[in-house]
């Protein structure tokens, strides 16, 4: 039975979206009551085109706010849980940036949250595709947790185990994979179908 897991960090073990906007707040931009289902930030934003979006992104992404992000909803516990008293660790494949300082943060505020149950932390760059990082684990059916439906759906081409956790922007996506709506969820689909020797 495989003990590692691999998992999205973003919107799937930590808010990044929350201190986003908090970042966002800050520097004078005002969110807007539309698009909110939109994955794509520029749309969150009055008079905030997709350039200007990426660009501002890529410069939190390289702040050091990304070291303090918080848990998403219920992840501390349960991922704690599962590596305490099922011994899983979990492999972190990251779309953040490839700057060197960022990186650190992140695995910082990783495992400042997580602990041992964090194997390791792969950095790719911002907003980059998982087709390459992914295709190492090609018909393992390791477990691969995301939130965003594109990177979850080549988890699943690639003959991983895909679960999507539900956010305002994934909601439509149609998936012949579950949809979670937190951690408690997945917890209770991994430690039951391994113990029932399905996977």
Known sequence: MNKLILTDADGVLLDWEWAFHVWMQEKGYTLTEDNKRSY?????????????????VNIFNESAAIGFLPALRDSVHYVKR?????????????????????????????RKLFGNAIESVICLATGADK???LAPYKDSGMWWIEDKPQNADVGHSLGLSSLLIEHGHNMEH??????VKDWKEIYKIITQENHNGSK
């Open 82 to 110: 599962m590596n305490e008293k099922h011994g899983y660790q979990f492999r972190v494949i990251t779309s953040l940036s490839l700057d060197k300082n960022a990186q650190k943060l992140r695995e910082m505020n990783l």
């Open 131 to 133: 087709d390459e990082a």
């Open 40 to 56: 794509y930030l520029h749309h969150h934003y009055n008079d905030l085109d997709q350039a200007e979006a990426k660009k501002l």
């Open 174 to 179: 149609e998936c012949p994979y579950p949809v």
